[in-house]
């Protein structure tokens, strides 16, 4: 399948999501970070900016029901599986809309579930019904392809980088399965507001943690490629796929550009090289490099 935006190290693919796994080669992929619909478009409201406002975020994120919603994470989930290396890994992002159906297509698959990360966001949007808790998190599941797979994990990069605002994370402490990460900051959304944008450094903890530079890092859900700049970021290869146009052209692509175009900084490179070092370290210490 012709991509629909290429470089040097970077696919972004406009189609179906099973379509272009299915397109892609078998076990050629080291990581995949997975934010698919969560299925929550149910005409409710939220709050955003101290404002009551809709839920709805398109056709793509409402429910069809119970099982077709299952039928789908089941099957994008096996997509994944066959274009994933094997020793690669997969993470996927969501809350209890949609969280538990892919972790049990994950079972039923013959996955291993490495671990469940609760996202903790400081900043969250309060809840204006006063009828429940406030949702102020989401899960994060991190799966090898079996029990057998030898994924990667830089841990000296994770217990001993710097994590600024994450407060329960510890300096010199290994890093725990609460993470404690605002959501997108000034400067990630200058191209308009995405509906279910990440952060930045969410994705540069799960990449730097789960994949090593010159890897390849696909996204099937990839909207407004957060997950495509984190990978350039620190010198991995990208594949993004996403069915909306207008997010491709609108968010995406230009967010790619603009991080191509930083690569080119002095600060940037510097800020690359603290992060190759820190792996390089995980590396040598487990026999991966000389």
């Given at each position: 399948m012709e991509a629909y935006f290429k470089e040097i190290g970077i696919r972004i693919f406009l189609g179906d999501v099973i379509e272009v796994l299915n397109s892609l080669p078998e076990e050629s992929i080291d990581l995949i970070f997975a934010d698919p619909p969560y299925n929550l478009s149910n005409d409710g409201f939220t709050c955003h900016a101290g404002?009551?406002?809709?839920?709805?975020?398109?056709?793509?994120?409402?429910?069809?029901g119970i099982e077709e919603?299952?039928?789908?994470?089941?099957?994008?989930?096996?997509?994944?599986?066959?274009?994933?290396?094997?020793?690669?890994?997969?993470?996927?992002?969501?809350?209890?809309?949609?969280?538990?159906?892919?972790?049990?297509?994950?079972?039923?698959?013959?996955?291993?579930?490495?671990?469940?990360?609760?996202?903790?966001?400081?900043?969250?949007a309060p809840n204006l019904s006063c009828r429940m808790f406030t949702a102020s998190h989401e899960t994060l599941i991190w799966a090898r392809k079996d029990k057998k797979s030898k994924h990667?994990?830089?841990?000296?990069?994770?217990?001993?980088?710097?994590?600024?605002?994450?407060?329960?994370?510890?300096?010199?402490?290994?890093?725990?399965?609460?993470?404690?990460?605002?959501?997108?900051?000034n400067g990630e959304k200058i191209y308009g507001k995405h509906p279910t944008?990440?952060?930045?450094?969410?994705?540069?903890?799960?990449?730097?943690?789960?994949?090593?530079?010159?890897?390849i890092v696909l996204d099937p859900f990839c909207g407004s490629a957060t997950t495509g700049v984190a990978a350039l970021r620190l010198n991995r290869r990208f594949v993004g796929i996403d069915l909306e146009q207008e997010y491709l052209d609108k968010f995406a692509i230009p967010r790619i550009k603009d991080e191509l175009a930083r690569r080119e900084l002095p600060l940037f490179n510097a800020k690359a090289q603290v992060r190759e070092e820190q792996v390089r370290e995980e590396q040598v210490e487990y026999g991966l490099l000389p």
């Open positions: 404002k009551r406002v809709s839920v709805n975020k398109g056709k793509w994120d409402k429910s069809k919603d299952f039928k789908f994470h089941y099957n994008w989930i096996e997509a994944c599986k066959r274009v994933l290396k094997p020793n690669g890994s997969l993470w996927i992002s969501g809350t209890y809309h949609s969280i538990y159906a892919c972790g049990f297509a994950l079972q039923k698959q013959g996955w291993h579930i490495i671990n469940d990360i609760c996202w903790y966001k400081p900043n969250a990667t994990f830089n841990y000296n990069a994770m217990k001993n980088g710097n994590w600024g605002e994450d407060f329960i994370k510890k300096p010199g402490k290994q890093m725990r399965s609460i993470w404690v990460i605002n959501t997108p900051q944008q990440k952060p930045e450094a969410l994705l540069e903890r799960i990449i730097l943690a789960s994949s090593n530079k010159g890897d």
